[in-house]
T-cell receptor
Framework: SQTIHQWPATLVQPVGSPLSLECTVEGTSNPNLYWYRQAAGRGLQLLFYSVGIGQISSEVPQNLSASRPQDRQFILSSKKLLLSDSGFYLC????????????FGPGTRLLVL | RKEVEQDPGPFNVPEGATVAFNCTYS??????FFWYRQDCRKEPKLLMSVYSSGNEDGRFTAQLNRASQYISLLIRDSKLSDSATYLCVSRALSGGYNKLIFGAGTRLAVHP
């Protein structure tokens, strides 16, 4: 069966520090991968998606970046965090053939102080 | 205007009550619709898809009205374990790929 992992689960970082969040998927090949952010009281905002290794599309301009160095690995990064980067970061995947269902990882709760 | 709008709640209901959530979407090109459930501090999980003819899954009934761009979720005989935030989601083709648009969610609290 397929599983999705994210780490760390919780992170407290100072403004201006770098960030690296990791997401890995097991039990499937060539998944479509997504990074979302959920701010308090708001809906999930799509940040990046990837259909394959090295292929990244960005949804919104921001100081975050994403990379997909391996088929089942998706990384979210920042060189300098802002206070507004605080939120709940969720990685999701779906098979390339199933347009309907996305499966979410457990998320990383980030607090920037 | 948000693409998917929901009443944030909270809806506080006793066990056994029937509760209905509403959702509207602005993109008439939206192709599919879903309800996700999100427990406190957890990831969203798919509850059910919403079909044009309406569909039922146990105590849960979902309805879609494309003319009014309106989606609903009805929960009958509420259980304590139904307490969660319910996210209304649409799927539309955008920029050449299928994109899920999430509402901010409606919070449900079922009490004894």
């Amino acid at each position: 069966s397929q599983t999705i992992h994210q780490w760390p689960a919780t992170l407290v970082q100072p403004v201006g520090s770098p960030l690296s969040l990791e997401c890995t998927v097991e039990g499937t090949s060539n998944p479509n991968l997504y990074w979302y952010r959920q701010a308090a009281g708001r809906g999930l905002q799509l940040l990046f998606y990837s259909v394959g290794i090295g292929q990244i599309s960005s949804e919104v301009p921001q100081n975050l970046s994403a990379s997909r160095p391996q088929d089942r690995q998706f990384i979210l990064s920042s060189k300098k965090l802002l206070l507004s980067d605080s939120g709940f970061y969720l990685c999701a995947w779906r098979t390339s053939s199933d347009q309907e269902t996305q499966y979410f990882g457990p998320g990383t709760r980030l607090l920037v102080l | 205007r948000k693409e998917v709008e929901q009443d944030p709640g909270p809806f506080n209901v006793p066990e056994g009550a029937t509760v209905a959530f509403n959702c509207t979407y602005s993109n008439s090109a939206s192709q599919s619709f879903f309800w996700y459930r999100q427990d406190c501090r957890k990831e969203p999980k798919l509850l059910m898809s919403v079909y044009s003819s309406g569909n039922e899954d146990g105590r849960f009934t979902a309805q879609l009205n494309r003319a009014s761009q309106y989606i609903s979720l009805l929960i009958r005989d509420s259980k304590l374990s139904d307490s969660a935030t319910y996210l209304c989601v649409s799927r539309a083709l955008s920029g050449g790929y299928n994109k899920l648009i999430f509402g901010a969610g409606t919070r449900l609290a079922v009490h004894p």
